[in-house]
C-alpha cells in the first residue's frame, strides 16, 4: 500500500481534511488501457517566452512579470517530456490539450474568451504545441475554446470509448485550465493524478495555494519520479505481449 503523502502546509487546507471527515482518496492504479496522460496547453501561447502571452508582455515592458511562470515551465518540460516516455512505453494513451479555435475568425470561441479576446487562429504559430512535447503518430489532439478542457469538448465521451478511468495531468496555468481540467474530471469519476513538478503557475504562492485545495479531494499530488516509478511497474505488470509491441 502506497504510503499516504502529507499535504502542503498551507492556510487553506480545509478543516474538514486535518478532522478525517472523509475517506482520503486512494491511489490511481495505472492499468495501461484505463489510464491516459493529459498534457494541457503546453503551447507556444503560453509555454513559450517569445510568443503568446510572453511576447505581449515584452511590447509592454513587462516581461518580468513572468520571469518566474517561464522559469517554472522550463523546467516542466523535460519532466513531461519524460512522462511523455514512459506512457508510450507503457501503453498508456498520450492525450495533447490545447486552447484555440477551429476557425479562423474564432467564431466558435467561447463568449467568455471572446469577451476577454482570448482567439487564437487554427493557423497560428502559438496554438502548436513545444516541439519537445509535440504529438508522434496518431496521438490524439482536442482542441478547446474555453479554459475547461471538458467544457468545451466532447474529451469526455472520447476518454469514455478508450476505457479510461484514471488521468495523469500535466501542463500549465496550474491555478486555472489545469485545476478546472482536474475538477471537471474527478466530478466526471476519473481518478486523477495531478503531477506537482509538472504543472506551473505565476508565482509559488499561488501553486501551493492550489495545490492544497485540489489535494486528496479531486486528486492524488504526486511527483514526477513518482508517476515514473509507478508507470515502470505498470509496464512490468503488463501482458509480455503488450510490451513486445
Known amino acids: 500500500m502506497a504510503t499516504r503523502r502529507k499535504a502542503p502546509k498551507s492556510s487553506m487546507v480545509p478543516f474538514w481534511r486535518d478532522a478525517q471527515f472523509y475517506h482520503h482518496l486512494r491511489e490511481p492504479d495505472l492499468i495501461p488501457r484505463e489510464s491516459a496522460l493529459l498534457v494541457i496547453d503546453m503551447q507556444y501561447v503560453d509555454a513559450h517566452p517569445d510568443f503568446g502571452i510572453g511576447r505581449k508582455l515584452r511590447q509592454l515592458g513587462k516581461f518580468e512579470q513572468a520571469a518566474y511562470y517561464f522559469a517554472q515551465v522550463d523546467k516542466m518540460v523535460p519532466r513531461i517530456r519524460k512522462l511523455q516516455i514512459a506512457c508510450r512505453r507503457a501503453g498508456v494513451e498520450v492525450v495533447h490539450v490545447g486552447l484555440g479555435s477551429l476557425t479562423r475568425d474564432g467564431r466558435d470561441i467561447s463568449p467568455l474568451h471572446r469577451n476577454k479576446n482570448i482567439s487564437y487562429s487554427p493557423d497560428s504559430q502559438d496554438v502548436q504545441f513545444l516541439p519537445q512535447l509535440a504529438p508522434v503518430g496518431d496521438e490524439i489532439v482536442v482542441r ?90 505498470a509496464w512490468k505488470k503488463a501482458d509480455p505481449r503488450e510490451r513486445a509491441k
Not at 478511468?165 to 481518478?191: F, P, Q
Open 144 to 233: 478547446k475554446s474555453s479554459s475547461g478542457v471538458f467544457n468545451s469538448t466532447d474529451i469526455n465521451q472520447l476518454l469514455r470509448n478508450l476505457g479510461v478511468r484514471n488521468l495523469i495531468v500535466t501542463g500549465v496555468d496550474t491555478c486555472y485550465c489545469v485545476e478546472t481540467a482536474v475538477r471537471d474530471a474527478a466530478d466526471r469519476g476519473y481518478n486523477v493524478i495531478l503531477v506537482t513538478d509538472a504543472c506551473a503557475t505565476t508565482s509559488s504562492e499561488m501553486q501551493l495555494r492550489t495545490l492544497s485545495v485540489l489535494d486528496d479531494d479531486y486528486c492524488v499530488l504526486r511527483t514526477t519520479a513518482q508517476v515514473l516509478r509507478n508507470l515502470n511497474k
